[in-house]
């Protein structure tokens, strides 16, 4: 049962937020904690491996606490990584190796729970293996086995999206399919609002259509302007810094909080100068979230 307490204040929650502008809505809840923003270092990718322990201790510095690495590069930065106290929370894993599945994605998922991970990510689909509703379902039956190989070693198995699955099938979209044919205890969500929204939808929306299945979320902004479109052509400069495009990210921040959303990262394809410098102007909007004090 419901305490007196916890009802008045919902209610005055609910209420509050309904008179503050979109800027402001997280400031009538708890602020969400400054251990659980990190980055996904997709971002730094061209000047990660040539030399390391700069780019982490740059990103340290900044403030984030938290990395999403990928698999291909892994190795090259792991010894710079463990001299930092940035968290390797998520890792996302090459395509290739979840759709062999069997010993050879056993013996990667074991080695990154050794290193500390708790998520695998299945990051992208290659659009020569994209299709219709039976590529989906096909693509459903490899996350479920994933899934049952992740969650025996500790584990958490997350898709990553992009536009694609969100293009129309006979009155359903790809993702739908995904998620209506995948167990919800063994494949979770880690939701790419730029994405999203590149496909017209509402990042806000979905947070709230796959409540308690978005484990993580990539949190990077998009220009104005474009139509709808179900494939990653879209130029360079339509990624934007955090809080510098057309992204309601107070809203997405509280619908993700509220979701159950466990861990933010930072990601953006392409920056428009030095990634370092693009990764501090996000934190220093997002610090206002967190909880951080922004540096610089």
């Not at 270092?41 to 690495?69: F, M, S």
């Not at 940035?86 to 050794?114: C, N, R, Y």
């Not at 359903?172 to 609002?193: F, P, Y």
Request: glycine share 8%; with cysteine; hydrophobic share 40%.
């Amino acid at each position: 049962m419901e305490s007196m307490f916890a009802s008045s204040r919902r209610r005055f929650l609910a209420q509050t937020a309904a008179l503050l502008p979109a800027a402001h809505v997280l400031a009538a809840t708890e602020k969400l904690g400054p251990n659980n923003l990190g980055v996904q270092l997709y971002t730094v990718r061209n000047i990660i491996t040539k030399n390391p322990a700069a780019t982490l201790k740059a990103i340290q510095d900044i403030g984030y606490t938290e990395v999403e690495a990928t698999s291909d590069n892994l190795d090259q930065i792991w010894s710079a990584l463990r001299q930092t106290k940035l968290t390797p929370v998520s890792v996302h894993i090459q395509t290739a190796k979840f759709m062999e599945g069997g010993s050879q994605l056993e013996k990667i998922m074991d080695d990154m729970k050794q290193r500390g991970f708790e998520y695998v990510v299945l990051p992208y689909v290659d659009p020569k293996n994209r299709g219709g509703a039976d590529v989906f379902k096909r693509l459903a039956s490899t996350l479920n086995q994933a899934g049952q190989q992740a969650n025996a070693r500790g584990l958490t198995l997350c898709y990553h999206n992009h536009a694609f699955e969100f293009q129309p099938l006979n009155g359903t979209t790809g993702l739908d399919i995904l998620m209506s044919e995948t167990q919800k205890d063994l494949v979770h969500l880690e939701i790419d609002i730029f994405w999203v929204t590149v496909a017209g939808h509402d990042p806000i929306a979905l947070l709230k259509q796959y409540s308690g299945r978005v484990r993580l979320l990539h949190l990077k902004d998009k220009a104005r302007g474009g139509g709808a479109q179900y494939n990653e052509n879209v130029p360079k400069n339509a990624f934007k810094e955090v809080g510098s495009g057309s992204i309601d990210i107070p809203g997405v921040l509280s619908a993700a909080d509220a979701s159950g959303v466990r861990h933010y990262f930072v990601e953006q394809d392409e920056t428009p100068g030095d990634p370092i410098a693009s990764l501090q102007k996000s934190y220093k909007y997002l610090s206002t979230f967190f909880e951080v004090t922004p540096k610089g």
